[in-house]
C-alpha cells in the first residue's frame, strides 16, 4: 500500500486513482503521517462491500440456528401470525 500527503494529493490526484484503479492496491492519504483516508478501486470497494454484507448474513444466519437450537419447543403458527398482525 503506498501512502500520499493530503497536499500532494491535491495536485496529483489523477496519479493516486490511476495507481489504485491499475495496480488493485489502496493509496492512503496522510496527514501529519496519520492515515485519514484511502482512495481505491471502486470495484476492489463494490467487491469488500459485498464480502462484508455476506459475513453479516453468515452471522445472522449463525445466530438464528443457535436461537433455534436453544430454544427446543416450536412457536405454534397462529401465533407467529399473530405477533406478525396476519389474523
Same mark, same amino acid.
Given at each position: 500500500? @503506498? +501512502?500520499?500527503?493530503? !497536499?500532494?494529493? $491535491? !495536485?496529483?490526484? =489523477?496519479?493516486?486513482?490511476?495507481? %489504485?484503479?491499475?495496480?488493485?492496491?489502496? #493509496?492512503?492519504? !496522510? *496527514?501529519?503521517? $496519520? $492515515?485519514?483516508? %484511502? &482512495?481505491? /478501486?471502486?470495484? /476492489?470497494?463494490?467487491?469488500?462491500?459485498?464480502?462484508?454484507?455476506?459475513?453479516?448474513?453468515?452471522? =445472522? #444466519?449463525?445466530?438464528? $440456528?443457535?436461537?433455534?437450537? %436453544? @430454544?427446543? &419447543?416450536?412457536?405454534?403458527?397462529? +401465533? #407467529? *401470525?399473530?405477533?406478525?398482525?396476519?389474523?
Amino acid at each position: 500500500m @503506498s +501512502e500520499m500527503t493530503l !497536499t500532494s494529493a $491535491r !495536485t496529483h490526484l =489523477a496519479e493516486a486513482v490511476d495507481a %489504485a484503479r491499475m495496480q488493485h492496491d489502496p #493509496v492512503w492519504l !496522510t *496527514k501529519h503521517g $496519520r $492515515r485519514l483516508a %484511502a &482512495v481505491i /478501486d471502486a470495484g /476492489d470497494l463494490d467487491r469488500l462491500l459485498q464480502a462484508a454484507e455476506d459475513l453479516e448474513d453468515l452471522r =445472522a #444466519v449463525q445466530a438464528a $440456528r443457535e436461537e433455534r437450537a %436453544a @430454544s427446543a &419447543v416450536p412457536i405454534p403458527w397462529d +401465533e #407467529v *401470525k399473530a405477533d406478525l398482525g396476519l389474523l
